[in-house]
């Protein structure tokens, strides 16, 4: 624990490439009651009602049952707004306010805990489920999904009218959730592709809270950091997809526990 500490004032104190980065997962959203992806109880691990989400996570899948992925996605937003910041997105508030301009959080997360806590630097990876785009790509527009449209229970299907509201406005063709799909690839558009990668180059430390290092810009940002001579800490119970590809490199570093806990550490360090 002692190593650690060193290792973070060490990253608090230098002058260039000295931005504190925290990448964020499903894990630091758990105590908030929403499951993980990949847990036992997780969302890739269950599915939805009929579908596993090798099939039903895809654009493919959607560009046939569009009308059922919209429901599905009314469910999860559903999950979301019942659910509540937990104390770890407070503290990265907190630890925003003590940073100012060299703190940045990159999220996979789509879940908008970060924003509902108050959180204003966040940079999201994998979309959200706050807006809609054509899925015919005829407009580069993002929409805000209509909040007419109700939060859905798992069996509770769309209304025709409900479907109508999820149309482009442009070419009358479906719109589709402003997210990222197993089968689609990483851009700077819509998923910060190159803002993120340099934010990393420039990251003395990256600090990973509950990702499970399954999808592939994650670990890019990780070996970013550590190329260009920053420190990774990976802050998770168990070892992760992390451990396996990192685990050799001097700068990176492992500590198992809470998001919670660790950020308590970070703060007393760094106060």
């Known amino acids: 624990m002692e190593a650690l500490k060193d290792v973070i004032q060490e990253a608090l104190n230098i002058k260039k490439?000295?931005?504190?980065?925290?990448?964020?997962?499903?894990?630091?959203?758990?105590?908030?009651?929403?499951?993980?992806?990949?847990?036992?109880?997780?969302?890739?691990?269950?599915?939805?009602?009929?579908?596993?989400?090798?099939?039903?996570?895809?654009?493919?899948?959607?560009?046939?049952?569009?009308?059922?992925v919209w429901q599905y996605t009314f469910f999860r937003k559903k999950m979301f707004a019942e659910a509540n910041p937990n104390e770890a997105?407070?503290?990265?508030?907190?630890?925003?306010?003590?940073?100012?301009?060299?703190?940045?959080?990159?999220?996979?997360?789509?879940?908008?805990l970060h924003q509902r806590s108050g959180l204003q630097n966040v940079y999201e990876i994998h979309g959200n489920l706050r807006e809609m785009r054509c899925a015919s790509e005829?407009?580069?527009?993002?929409?805000?999904?209509?909040?007419?449209?109700?939060?859905?229970?798992i069996d509770e299907d769309l209304t025709y009218e409900e479907s109508?509201?999820?149309v482009c406005p442009e070419c009358g063709d479906h719109t589709r959730p402003n997210i990222l799909w197993f089968d689609e690839f990483?851009?700077?558009?819509?998923?910060?592709?190159?803002?993120?990668?340099?934010?990393?180059?420039?990251?003395?430390?990256?600090?990973?809270?509950?990702?499970?290092?399954?999808?592939?810009?994650?670990?890019?940002?990780?070996?970013?950091?550590?190329?260009y001579g920053g420190h990774v800490i990976d802050v998770n119970l168990e070892d992760n997809g992390?451990?396996?590809?990192?685990?050799?490199?001097?700068?990176?570093?492992?500590?198992?526990?809470t998001a919670l806990d660790f950020l308590n550490l970070f703060e007393s360090i760094l106060t």
């Open 17 to 68: 490439r000295n931005k504190v980065t925290f990448l964020t997962g499903a894990g630091i959203s758990s105590a908030s009651g929403i499951p993980t992806y990949r847990g036992t109880d997780g969302i890739w691990i269950k599915g939805s009602k009929h579908y596993k989400p090798e099939s039903f996570g895809t654009f493919e899948h959607f560009s046939k049952n569009a009308d059922e």
């Open 89 to 112: 997105h407070y503290k990265l508030v907190r630890l925003e306010e003590l940073l100012k301009d060299r703190f940045n959080v990159i999220t996979q997360n789509i879940d908008n």
């Open 138 to 153: 005829c407009t580069k527009d993002i929409y805000e999904i209509p909040k007419s449209i109700p939060l859905k229970e």
């Open 164 to 166: 109508k509201l999820l």
């Open 186 to 227: 990483y851009n700077e558009r819509i998923f910060k592709l190159h803002t993120t990668l340099k934010i990393a180059k420039n990251s003395g430390l990256l600090i990973i809270l509950g990702s499970s290092g399954a999808t592939n810009l994650p670990n890019r940002l990780v070996q970013q950091t550590l190329q």
């Open 242 to 257: 992390f451990t396996n590809n990192f685990s050799d490199k001097k700068r990176f570093h492992s500590y198992r526990g």
